[in-house]
């Protein structure tokens, strides 16, 4: 009885990491639980996601049924029928401010050996606001473009973002610590602050969506993207990547979650794809 009663509190404990999503700051989230909304607590719009496929009619595949890292996660990719981008038009909430945090967990599949893979985008009106990438080999790490220029690059590092497994990645600004670039709780890449400047291109997940520019394409799952208009700590960081290691739930906490009108679909491990 004494271990299931550990396997109920250690579930909580993840119900719990979850709900501490829930914070004034964050002004852009996508979850991705059967859907491509923006469910933020703050912000001044609800800045939902359409998808479109490069190759292909889209399929449904994109969004129900992959696996997680608080439930389900969505897939972006470049083969017939994936969501090659996903995308929203201008907002305040998609601008960042002085001071932000972007944030999200991934799981990249593919690899290209062109210098960037786009995850994330806000970039090809000509204002050129944010542009965050993950490098092709022989480093797979991270890259950050603002207002125009490399602010960081990771090329020569071996803080790889490798295949086949859930990382934790986020990017940070403020005037007091500069840009930082994340991964799994450490920051591995630095520069001097740039205060981004407000563009009106859309945002996107993913490349934009044209053919010649497969080479550039990130595959693979993404899960709790978010934006902040804060720039979070190690602290934060460190408990965000914890969440990667949470165990499958037991049959008994899942029945007893059940009993009180609760589900525990999130709370899954998958640092690794089965």
Excluded: C
């Amino acid at each position: 009885m004494k271990t299931n009663i550990k396997t109920i509190a250690f579930g909580f404990l993840g119900m719990f990491l979850f709900a501490s999503l829930a914070q004034a700051d964050v002004v852009t989230q996508y979850s991705f639980e059967n859907n491509l909304e923006d469910t933020a607590p703050s912000g001044v719009s609800f800045d939902n996601l359409s998808a479109a496929a490069m190759v292909g009619p889209l399929s449904t595949v994109y969004v129900p049924g992959v696996m997680g890292i608080g439930g389900q996660a969505v897939q972006i990719g470049s083969a017939p029928g994936d969501a090659t981008v996903l995308s929203v038009g201008d907002s305040n909430d998609l601008d960042l401010a002085p001071s932000f945090t972007v944030e999200a967990f991934v799981l990249r599949t593919i690899e290209h050996g062109a210098e960037w893979d786009r995850f994330a985008t806000k970039w090809f009106d000509g204002s050129n606001n944010w542009h965050w990438a993950f490098r092709g080999p022989p480093n797979k790490s991270q890259d950050l473009f603002m207002n125009g220029a490399q602010q960081i690059n990771q090329g020569a590092v071996s803080a790889d973002v490798g295949l086949d497994q859930w990382y934790h990645v986020a990017m940070t600004g403020d005037p007091a610590n500069g840009l930082r670039l994340w991964q799994d709780g450490v920051v591995v890449g630095t520069s001097a602050y740039v205060a981004p400047v407000n563009g009106t291109d859309s945002f996107r997940i993913g490349n934009f969506n044209a053919v010649n520019q497969a080479p550039l394409q990130f595959h693979g799952y993404v899960d709790e993207f978010m934006i902040h208009d804060v720039s979070q700590d190690a602290a934060y960081m460190i408990g965000r990547t914890a969440l990667i290691d949470i165990p499958e739930p037991s049959s008994v906490l899942l029945a007893a979650m059940a009993a009180m009108g609760f589900g525990l679909t999130g709370l899954r491990r998958r640092r690794r794809a089965g």
